[in-house]
């Protein structure tokens, strides 16, 4: 059951299927400037899809974030991180941010 206070009034994020249907966790994640006003600009990962899977749209979907925070309640500590910030989970199984990170140039990945 959607806990509704974890990570409440955060907006939308875009999620794919093996975070949210699979439930393999959040193993990368990263925030983009929002497409609108409502997008947190944030998008999760488990880290195991493959560039085909990302380029298919029926393979992720747009999530309110607290939803998110329900299958990972490690990544509520990042979610104040400004556009432009990356986390991928290290060795330690704990989210990290990432320096460098080439992101997607025309939106998301998963979009």
Same mark, same amino acid.
């Given at each position: 059951?959607?806990?509704p206070? /974890? $990570?409440p009034?955060?907006?939308g994020?875009?999620?794919?299927d093996?975070?949210?249907?699979?439930?393999?966790g959040?193993?990368?994640?990263?925030?983009? &400037?929002? $497409?609108?006003p409502?997008?947190?600009?944030?998008?999760?990962?488990?880290g195991?899809e493959?560039? &085909?899977? /990302?380029?298919? =749209?029926?393979?992720?979907?747009?999530?309110?974030?607290n939803?998110?925070?329900?299958y990972?309640?490690?990544?509520i500590?990042w /979610?104040? $991180? =400004?556009?432009?910030a990356?986390?991928?989970?290290? $060795?330690?199984?704990? /989210?990290?941010?990432?320096? &460098?990170?080439p992101?997607?140039?025309?939106?998301? &990945?998963?979009s």
């Open positions: 059951q959607i806990k206070g /974890l $990570a009034n955060r907006g994020c875009l999620a794919t093996d975070v949210t249907v699979r439930g393999l959040v193993g990368f994640m990263y925030r983009e &400037e929002g $497409a609108n409502l997008d947190s600009g944030w998008r999760f990962f488990s195991r493959s560039q &085909e899977y /990302l380029d298919d =749209p029926t393979k992720s979907g747009v999530y309110d974030v939803t998110i925070a329900n990972a309640p490690d990544i500590e /979610l104040d $991180a =400004p556009p432009g990356a986390f991928e989970r290290g $060795a330690d199984g704990a /989210l990290q941010r990432i320096e &460098e990170f992101f997607p140039r025309n939106g998301s &990945e998963a």
